[in-house]
């Protein structure tokens, strides 16, 4: 089991930046990768950006440029800095971990949420 709390969203102007972190613990060692995901009321949760435990990290085409993800693994913690942010920004940002379970029949993926935190970008 992974517990995942969130921090540091807020409200900020378009053009403001902002960092939200994630804290992991419980079963920390067995995360493969974590990331950020957000979602907008009535629309579908859409992947921010991820980093795997070796460091690799994804983003969204929507993001790239202007969002950073990092990870302090000493500390079990992920950050997504977010510069440049504008008002389609706006979101419940829900960090994530993966644990990948290898068997026999292939891999099952256990997905572990936080809470959310809400940012806000005013134009």
């Known amino acids: 089991q992974v517990q995942l709390v969130e921090s540091g969203g807020g409200l900020v102007e378009a053009g403001g930046s902002l960092r939200v972190s994630c804290a992991a613990s419980g079963s920390t060692r067995s995360i493969n990768v974590m990331g950020w995901y957000r979602q907008d009321p009535g629309k579908q949760r859409e992947l921010v950006a991820t980093?795997?435990?070796?460091?690799?990290?994804n983003y969204a085409d929507s993001v790239k440029g202007r969002f950073t993800i990092s990870r302090d693994n000493a500390k079990n913690t992920v950050y997504l800095q977010m510069n440049s942010l504008k008002p389609e920004d706006t979101a419940v940002y829900y960090c994530?971990?993966?644990?990948?379970?290898?068997?026999?029949?292939?891999?099952?993926?256990?997905?572990?949420w936080g809470q959310g935190t809400q940012v806000t970008v005013s134009s």
């Open positions: 994530n971990a993966r644990i990948s379970i290898y068997g026999i029949y292939g891999i099952k993926y256990n997905d572990y």
């Open positions: 980093i795997t435990s070796g460091g690799n990290t």
